[in-house]
């Protein structure tokens, strides 16, 4: 980066052109004086240039890109340090547009400098602008310019953030309860392709009588879980399982010795990712597939849901871990223990008596934190072998992820819905106060950004800057965040 702005840099100070610059609109464009590089990364490139379009001078600075799309994603549109660029060049010629804007609204020619550039120039930027993209990554607009807002103000502002996205998780699962009971009501078996429950469903008033049965708060936890352990390529999927196999089917053999074999099977046989045949040179494959086989064939006649086919679930580009045949594993034996040990009144007693924050955070972790055992310890895939076994099928930044994104909210409601008023602010202490063991790459990055260390360990500072990142930042949403709207204006 640093070899391609330098020579960038001195090809636009010393206007090593090798034809006369032109607008789009077939204007000269001339460069009386270059302006002076800027030494500050939170501006434009050059400052107090003078140059002449067609037979009108402008003073004003000069940016250089990369790419057309850089103006946007960088926030140069929205911040006023950019309302005096009067020139935008760029090295790429992808998407090019004959105009960017300011955020006055003022129109701005963009050139791309491949145009006027000798072969020897051009290739080495375009060599440069190649491995670029290949490395990219997206960077928050008000990168290297919120220094001078306080560490606190941030954290104030992410606290807020931290608090709604936990209020959005709530009434997202608030209203999927909602739509459990009055499906159950229509007589109507899941999961279908798409409905629209009309005025009686969105007018229907509801009592905690309604939400009385234990039934309903699994099936949502075991919805929400399997949906987590999907992760972004296969959360679909994941969710329609779980409500393929759901908790109706399951608790007609809760009380068997064998329910996280059951499960198990009905997963996989429901999925569609079983292989078609059933035997193969290693033994273990073809043990367990008989063990599959054998038992689902023995529990199907209660199943009257659909299946799913393997084409509709994505291994391409997953880390093996990742791969939806050991997120179903993990899921099936996480759910026959947790029905096996009525897990979800555990955690009710848990917030409703005064339990030591810590002792409940080792609890919690525990009832989710999935060992690997099994078939699936020593495979990623039918027939496939791995060279390490897996130790854990849910470890603890999943577990963590799950705690916070699916339990709390879920306990929250229910203590809201039964009126529990201690309990239900003891589960959102308990969601402020939570630091998770591990983080991930965005977070950090959002952290990183904004210069908070380790803030981002704190769940409430965690979720936050996933809800920053996602619902301001990527969609470009700056001047209504709290942190861009100082910078930018």
């Given at each position: 980066?640093?070899?391609?702005?330098?020579?960038?840099?001195?090809?636009?100070?010393?206007?090593?052109?090798?034809?006369?610059?032109?607008?789009?609109?077939?204007?000269?464009?001339?460069?009386?004086?270059?302006?002076?590089?800027?030494?500050?990364?939170?501006?434009?490139?050059?400052?107090?240039?003078?140059?002449?379009?067609?037979?009108?001078?402008?003073?004003?600075?000069?940016?250089?890109?990369?790419?057309?799309?850089?103006?946007?994603?960088h926030g140069h549109y929205f911040d006023k340090k950019?309302?005096?660029?009067?020139?935008?060049?760029?090295?790429?010629?992808?998407?090019?547009?004959?105009?960017?804007?300011?955020?006055?609204g003022r129109k701005v020619h963009s050139i791309c400098?491949?145009?006027?550039?000798?072969?020897?120039?051009?290739?080495?930027?375009?060599?440069a602008v190649d491995s670029e993209k290949l490395n990219?990554?997206?960077?928050?607009?008000?990168?290297?310019?919120?220094?001078?807002?306080?560490?606190?103000?941030?954290?104030?502002?992410?606290?807020?953030?931290?608090?709604?996205?936990?209020?959005?998780?709530?009434?997202?699962?608030?209203?999927?309860?909602?739509?459990?009971?009055?499906?159950?009501?229509?007589?109507?078996?899941?999961?279908?392709?798409?409905?629209?429950?009309?005025?009686?469903?969105?007018?229907?008033?509801?009592?905690?009588?309604?939400?009385?049965?234990?039934?309903?708060?699994?099936?949502?936890?075991?919805?929400?879980?399997?949906?987590?352990?999907?992760?972004?390529?296969?959360?679909?999927?994941?969710?329609?399982?779980?409500?393929?196999?759901?908790?109706?089917?399951?608790?007609?053999?809760?009380?068997?010795?064998?329910?996280?074999?059951?499960?198990?099977?009905?997963?996989?046989?429901?999925?569609?990712?079983?292989?078609?045949?059933?035997?193969?040179?290693?033994?273990?494959?073809?043990?367990?597939?008989?063990?599959?086989?054998?038992?689902?064939?023995?529990?199907?006649?209660?199943?009257?849901?659909?299946?799913?086919?393997?084409?509709?679930?994505?291994?391409?580009?997953?880390?093996?871990?990742?791969?939806?045949?050991?997120?179903?594993?993990?899921?099936?034996?996480?759910?026959?223990?947790?029905?096996?040990?009525?897990?979800?009144?555990?955690?009710?007693?848990?917030?409703?008596?005064?339990?030591?924050?810590?002792?409940?955070?080792?609890?919690?972790?525990?009832?989710?934190?999935?060992?690997?055992?099994?078939?699936?310890?020593?495979?990623?895939?039918?027939?496939?072998?791995?060279?390490?076994?897996?130790?854990?099928?849910?470890?603890?930044?999943?577990?963590?992820?799950?705690?916070?994104?699916?339990?709390?909210?879920?306990?929250?409601?229910?203590?809201?819905?039964?009126?529990?008023?201690?309990?239900?602010?003891?589960?959102?202490?308990?969601?402020?106060?939570?630091?998770?063991?591990?983080?991930?790459?965005?977070?950090?990055?959002?952290?990183?950004?904004?210069?908070?260390?380790?803030?981002?360990?704190?769940?409430?500072?965690?979720?936050?800057?996933?809800?920053?990142?996602?619902?301001?930042?990527?969609?470009?949403?700056?001047?209504?965040?709290?942190?861009?709207?100082?910078?930018?204006?």
């Open positions: 980066m640093k070899i391609r702005e330098n020579i960038i840099y001195e090809i636009w100070k010393e206007k090593k052109f090798v034809k006369n610059l032109i607008t789009h609109d077939s204007q000269n464009i001339e460069i009386i004086d270059p302006g002076t590089q800027s030494k500050d990364s939170a501006g434009p490139d050059f400052f107090n240039a003078r140059i002449k379009f067609g037979n009108i001078t402008y003073l004003g600075d000069v940016e250089i890109d990369s790419m057309q799309s850089d103006w946007k994603s950019y309302n005096k660029v009067i020139l935008h060049l760029i090295i790429s010629h992808k998407l090019n547009q004959p105009f960017v804007y300011t955020k006055e400098m491949l145009d006027f550039l000798d072969q020897s120039f051009k290739t080495v930027l375009l060599t990219r990554k997206y960077e928050m607009p008000c990168l290297g310019r919120n220094d001078s807002i306080h560490k606190n103000e941030k954290l104030h502002f992410l606290f807020d953030l931290g608090v709604d996205r936990f209020k959005k998780k709530t009434k997202r699962l608030l209203e999927r309860l909602k739509e459990m009971i009055y499906l159950k009501e229509m007589n109507i078996r899941e999961p279908i392709l798409k409905y629209d429950f009309g005025e009686d469903f969105h007018n229907k008033k509801y009592s905690p009588e309604n939400f009385s049965e234990i039934i309903l708060w699994e099936q949502l936890i075991y919805e929400m879980i399997f949906e987590a352990l999907g992760y972004s390529k296969n959360k679909d999927m994941m969710l329609k399982l779980a409500r393929a196999v759901n908790i109706n089917f399951i608790n007609n053999f809760r009380t068997d010795e064998k329910l996280a074999q059951i499960i198990d099977s009905s997963l996989f046989s429901v999925s569609g990712l079983l292989p078609n045949k059933t035997k193969y040179e290693e033994e273990d494959t073809s043990e367990y597939l008989r063990k599959i086989t054998e038992t689902w064939n023995s529990v199907r006649n209660l199943y009257d849901g659909t299946t799913f086919k393997k084409e509709s679930w994505n291994f391409f580009k997953l880390r093996p871990q990742n791969f939806p045949t050991i997120r179903i594993a993990g899921g099936a034996l996480l759910i026959s223990q947790f029905l096996n040990g009525n897990m979800f009144k555990n955690m009710i007693e848990m917030f409703d008596s005064d339990h030591n924050d810590k002792e409940t955070v080792v609890q919690l972790r525990n009832l989710v934190i999935t060992e690997g055992q099994g078939y699936w310890v020593s495979h990623f895939n039918f027939d496939k072998p791995t060279k390490e076994k897996l130790n854990y099928f849910i470890g603890i930044s999943r577990a963590d992820e799950i705690i916070v994104n699916v339990l709390l909210p879920v306990l929250s409601i229910y203590f809201e819905i039964f009126d529990s008023t201690d309990s239900a602010r003891r589960v959102k202490s308990f969601y402020i106060n939570y630091t998770q063991k591990t983080t991930n790459q965005l977070v950090e990055q959002v952290s990183e950004t904004l210069g908070l260390g380790k803030a981002s360990r704190k769940s409430i500072n965690y979720q936050a800057m996933i809800e920053l990142f996602r619902n301001y930042c990527v969609k470009e949403r700056c001047l209504e965040c709290k942190i861009g709207e100082k910078i930018f204006n």
